[in-house]
Nanobody, 115 residues
Framework: QVQLVESGGGLVQPGGSLRLSCAAS????????MGWYRQAPGKQRELVAR???????NYADSVKGRFTISRDNAKNTVYLQMDSLRPEDTAAYYC?????????WGQGTQVTVSS
């Protein structure tokens, strides 16, 4: 059974940092492309960052230079380091594991950026 468990969300002030983690089980983690998506109230879910099985990362324009995605295949975990957070980064953040036509989602973790 595939499980993706996100953690690390919370309330942070503008300009602050958070590190999200997504621990995967039930998959051969190293072959999966891993992504972080977010969904704010009333908006569509959008890609934030993605890292391929070959460690190639790409980012949404809105987070380039502020967020960093990384993966640790030994720990079956993908991370999202978020710096210089802005109120507009407030959303539920979801982990995704995909390979071919297979796509799995975590339950999400809430990130709120507010003073």
């Amino acid at each position: 059974q595939v499980q993706l468990v996100e953690s690390g969300g919370g309330l942070v002030q503008p300009g602050g940092s958070l590190r999200l983690s997504c621990a995967a089980s039930g998959i051969i983690f190293s072959i999966y492309h891993m992504g972080w998506y977010r969904q704010a109230p009333g908006k569509q879910r959008e890609l934030v960052a993605r890292i391929t099985s070959g460690d190639t990362a790409n980012y949404a324009d809105s987070v380039k230079g502020r967020f960093t995605i990384s993966r640790d295949n030994a720990k079956n975990t993908v991370y999202l380091q978020m710096d210089s957070l802005r109120p507009e980064d407030t959303a539920a953040y979801y982990c995704n594991a995909a390979v071919g036509a297979i796509s799995n989602w975590g339950q999400g973790t809430q990130v709120t950026v507010s003073s």
